[in-house]
T-cell receptor
């Protein structure tokens, strides 16, 4: 069935370093890939998304890349700050109602 | 910080009892969803609804039921048939059916005692 794998499950970086989270998806019909950030005790919130007709998208310190051939997409956070510490979820949507989420990556940014 | 509201935030239930989790949105969104969040397993879809009076099972619908009598409301009932109901439940809504952001509620933590 449809599946999204996310790695790593836990990531610890020093403040100012970069963090990269990688996801792979199984359904080649997937065409929308959002990333959500969930801070401790709070709701997930969209931080960036990318559609299948784009290979890369950037928003300040956050960027997402998509390789449709390999069915990979990644989140890149540069110049990490303590407030970036959270759980990050990738997801893939085939254009219908079904969005498949990855298992999440817990990011720790050490000051 | 509004738009989609879940209540209560914490809920305790005795084994064998049904319990209903509330989800209300004032975003005028057609689509609404219920997810279950367990540690290390991401978000798993329980039910979703595209429009009033219509809803579909997600990946883990067994032991759950929903209704969609109003556009604004999508309550989830956790029945006694759900074998492992203790979890964090998230409700979400989206404006349309294609490539749209999901807006999440604050979640309800259900504990079976």
């Amino acid at each position: 069935g449809e599946n999204v794998e996310q790695h790593p499950s836990t990531l610890s970086v020093q403040e100012g370093d970069s963090a990269v989270i990688k996801c792979t998806y199984s359904d080649s019909a997937s065409n929308y890939f959002p990333w959500y950030k969930q801070e401790l005790g709070k709701r997930p919130q969209l931080i960036i998304d990318i559609r299948s007709n784009v290979g890369e998208k950037k928003d300040q310190r956050i960027a997402v890349t998509l390789n449709k051939t390999a069915k990979h997409f990644s989140l890149h956070i540069t110049e990490t700050q303590p407030e970036d510490s959270a759980v990050y979820f990738c997801a893939a949507n085939t254009g219908g109602f079904k969005t498949i989420f990855g298992a999440g990556t817990r990011l720790f940014v050490k000051a | 910080d509004g738009g989609i509201t879940q209540s209560p935030k914490y809920l305790f239930r005795k084994e064998g009892q049904n319990v209903t989790l509330s989800c209300e949105q004032n975003l005028n969104h057609d689509a609404m969803y219920w997810y279950r969040q367990d540690p290390g397993q991401g978000l798993r879809l329980i039910y979703y609804s595209q429009i009033v009076n219509d809803f579909q099972k997600g990946d883990i619908a067994e032991g759950y039921s929903v209704s969609r009598e109003k556009k604004e409301s999508f309550p989830l009932t956790v029945t006694s048939a759900q074998k492992n109901p203790t979890a964090f439940y998230l409700c979400a809504s989206s404006v349309g059916i294609v490539d749209t952001e999901a807006f999440f509620g604050q979640g309800t933590r259900l504990t079976v005692v």
